[in-house]
């Protein structure tokens, strides 16, 4: 394939707003307000730890966050990082993004949850204005926090700021998405599409919870759907009834493969199962995840799947247009993208 990865069209629906601020702006950030607790303050010392510090596990990962949200605790800094979130990722080709934030990690400094989310919303609008992305939010819980219901209704009032989602985020292992089934029938009850981190640190059973407890209609993640599955020489032979579930009744999976690989989930690129769900007909879609902890982009995700997983044009197109179709954002507008990706792709060669 001729073509450059980083100019092809992409979509993605998992990008942390907190897994993604630029190196520059965490230590601006941390400058502006006197913060002392980052690692180091070289910007190319920070980036690689960032990449390396937190790694190794899925509770180190999540560590290496209590730094960008220390640096995002008022309404400028929400507002920016969002809007150069959606830079950064129009940058990389990105059409229709959506962006996912817990905002009650934001009020440590008195902003009220509405006020955090509001900020984020403008950033976002004034990244779509100047990029032409359309980019939408998810609104998190977080799993070890015990506020859920309330983000759930928070996100239920927060549609008309663009939030299109409910997730449940954070450490799997202790935390049954079962649990969480209030908050998650509170945003249903709602009128608002959920979306759970499942099937990544833990197993199938929190895949099946997310499905069934919580009424998901994707998941974050999910790769460990691979265990519900038989496979006999590099190729899906046999599904279980979850796995089954999974792939007829197209359940959206978020995938993001550098992220598992930082998290411990799978031990090489090429071990990764996205090659073998992709062919066995799951509906995949590609992620960043996070950004800067994983530093990665949708690009380098592209250029991992191309190496590893022999994924060529046609197999690109058909993960954008998935992930374009799977979105929680405004039918119209992802039926223009979809029309605008299809053009794009189908001009370089694709068939589908
Ligand atoms: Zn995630």
Not at 295 to 312: A, P, V
């Amino acid at each position: 394939m001729a073509t450059r990865l980083a100019d092809l069209p992409k979509a993605l629906l998992h990008d942390h707003l907190d897994g993604g601020l630029r190196v520059n702006t965490v230590l601006e950030l941390a400058a502006d307000i006197g913060y002392e607790d980052l690692p180091v303050t070289d910007p190319a010392a920070l980036s690689d730890w960032f990449h390396q510090g937190g790694s190794g596990s899925l509770e180190n990962y999540l560590e290496a966050f209590s730094h960008t949200i220390a640096v995002t605790q008022t309404a400028p800094s929400l507002e920016r990082v969002a809007y150069e979130a959606v830079v950064d990722l129009a940058a990389d080709g990105v059409r229709y993004a959506e962006l996912r934030f817990a905002p009650t990690l934001h009020t440590a400094a008195g902003l009220e949850p509405t006020e955090v989310v509001a900020a984020v919303a403008a950033g976002i609008r004034a990244g779509e204005a100047d990029t032409g992305c359309v980019a939408r939010l998810i609104v998190d819980a977080m799993r070890q926090m015990n506020d859920s219901e309330d983000v759930a209704k928070l996100a239920v009032a927060s549609r008309r700021l663009g939030v299109v989602g409910f997730d449940l985020a954070g450490p799997e292992a202790g935390y049954p998405n079962g649990n969480f089934r209030a908050a998650c029938h509170h945003a249903g009850d709602g009128n608002l599409a959920v979306s759970v981190h499942a099937g990544e640190g833990d197993g199938t059973s929190q895949i099946w919870q997310a499905l069934h407890r919580c009424n998901a209609k994707r998941i974050g993640h999910g790769v460990r759907i691979i265990e519900d599955t038989t496979v006999v020489d590099g190729v899906i032979t046999g599904l279980g009834s979850l796995a089954a579930y999974m792939r007829d009744l197209r359940v959206p999976l978020e995938v993001s493969v550098s992220s598992n690989l930082h998290t411990g989930v799978f031990p090489t690129p090429a071990a990764h199962p996205v090659g073998l769900l992709h062919r066995a007909g799951f509906a995949i879609t590609i992620n960043t995840d996070n950004r800067l902890m994983s530093g990665t982009s949708m690009t380098e995700e592209f250029e991992l799947l191309r190496r590893h997983h022999q994924f060529d044009l046609e197999d690109f197109h058909l993960v954008t247009r998935s992930a374009i179709e799977a979105g929680f954002g405004e039918w119209p507008e992802r039926r223009r993208l979809i029309a605008e990706i299809d053009g794009h792709y189908r001009a370089l060669g694709s068939s589908r």
